[in-house]
């Protein structure tokens, strides 16, 4: 019973921990400056993470937590479009998707799309934050109607969107 109740507590006290500090992959210790992540080029430079000109490419070697989501295939945010519409209209969907995504990295680098997924009259598309999915699910409804739905677990840091229309 003892050990039972010794491990129950800290337990409690992660999870207090993880909803304060929300993204788990931005929640470690600020790197030192300043750093340049070898995948996609951002750099973590006065205190955020930023597109950087060359000025910073001897910068030391660190994986922004983009990519790190990318390479633990983690993604943050899922956003389901789905329905009868969909396919008739992919192209124009998938375009504002995308037109969705370069306005949002040019001022937030570390929001992005991981990946495209279709199947059937669905698209998937999964994030690397919790904005990107809802801007998207948000302009979709604004130039298509339809029915937007959102499903947050703070305790996992993870947003689901849903939108769907059929007619
Ligand atoms: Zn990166």
């Given at each position: 019973m003892k050990t039972i109740s010794r491990m129950g507590r800290p337990q409690r006290r992660d999870r207090l921990v993880r909803e304060r500090v929300h993204d788990p992959y931005r929640a470690r210790e600020k790197p030192t400056e300043p750093a340049r992540c070898?995948?996609?080029?951002v750099a973590w430079h006065k205190g955020r993470w930023q597109w950087a000109?060359?000025?910073?490419?001897?910068a030391r070697a660190e994986l922004c937590p983009a990519c790190r989501r990318v390479r633990d295939a983690a993604p943050a945010g899922l956003l389901t479009i789905e329905g009868w519409f969909v396919p008739e209209h992919k192209e124009e969907i998938v375009g504002l998707v995308r037109r969705c995504e370069e306005n949002e990295r040019s001022t937030?680098?570390?929001?992005?799309?991981?990946s495209v997924r279709e199947e059937g009259n669905t698209l998937e598309v999964s994030t690397t934050d919790i904005h990107l999915p809802r801007r998207i699910g948000e302009a979709l409804a604004k130039a298509y109607d339809g029915r937007l739905s959102f499903h947050y677990a703070p305790e996992d840091y993870f947003l689901r969107v849903d939108w769907r229309r059929d007619v």
């Open positions: 070898p995948a996609c080029k000109d060359d000025s910073l490419q001897d937030h680098p570390l929001n992005r799309i991981m």
